[in-house]
């Protein structure tokens, strides 16, 4: 992928995009500007901030730093996440914060911010709401 990245990274953007806005997926629908101020302000971030950014996830091993976190976590992931897949993150990220709840969105990419908006901002403020009431009974 790398390699890819420094050669093209537009063609790889461009061959990547049905996977990451989930097209032919169930409740997956995003309009065409949407695709195209995502795919450009994607195409517009820094090359050397884009290669530092997907070293460290990669090449990091954060599990002592997640079994420290001790406040209530929300992880959502989507089970059709062609580029980090919900069994090799999400789902180990949540088996590591002892406090952390984990939602799967079915049929969801991994640009699920954008093909699952209304969703993700109820559970996020359904979220919010949750930890503030827990907070307030105490």
Known sequence: MID???HDY????????AAFFGDG???CSVSEPIRDWTMADLLDTSPIARFQCNRAVIETDFREEL???NVPTLIIHGDNDAGIPVEISGALVAEL??????IIYENAPHGLYLTHVDRL???LAAFVAQEAS???AR
């Open 4 to 6: 890819q990245w420094q």
């Open 10 to 17: 537009g063609k790889w953007m461009a061959d990547n995009a």
């Open 67 to 69: 079994l420290e976190i």
């Open 25 to 27: 997926l169930p409740g």
């Open 97 to 102: 914060i002892p406090s952390s709840r984990l």
């Open 121 to 123: 901002n109820a559970d």
């Open 134 to 136: 827990v907070e307030l």
